[in-house]
């Protein structure tokens, strides 16, 4: 049974390392019937959290501010299976 992902890529390198390991994770899970979907964040307009408690809402986009997480809401609603791929920076 095919699942349905979504991949929220935080990294700001389209070519370092969590992009290639999210690329590799893509074809293999497409590979196997599975439909995925990625946000590359770095490149989308998202606007920070007011605290405004509105994401309670039942409404399909329930944030208040007017950015692209109108359009990783309904993936995120619709899909089985949601992937955080973020880069770690030490030393």
């Given at each position: 049974?095919?699942?349905?992902?979504?991949?929220?890529?935080?990294?700001?390198?389209?070519?370092?390392?969590?992009?290639?390991?999210v690329?590799?994770?893509?074809?293999?899970?497409?590979?196997?019937?599975?439909?995925?979907?990625?946000?590359?964040?770095?490149?989308?307009?998202i606007?920070?959290?007011?605290?405004?408690?509105?994401?309670?809402?039942?409404?399909?986009?329930?944030?208040?501010?007017?950015?692209?997480?109108?359009?990783?809401?309904?993936?995120?609603?619709?899909?089985?299976?949601?992937?955080?791929?973020?880069?770690?920076?030490?030393?």
């Amino acid at each position: 049974m095919s699942k349905k992902i979504v991949i929220l890529n935080g990294s700001p390198r389209k070519k370092g390392n969590t992009s290639m390991l999210v690329k590799a994770f893509t074809q293999g899970a497409e590979s196997s019937g599975n439909t995925v979907t990625e946000f590359f964040l770095d490149s989308m307009e998202i606007h920070g959290c007011k605290g405004c408690f509105g994401g309670h809402s039942s409404k399909e986009c329930p944030c208040v501010q007017k950015d692209d997480m109108a359009l990783i809401y309904p993936a995120v609603k619709e899909c089985d299976v949601v992937v955080l791929a973020t880069p770690l920076y030490y030393l």
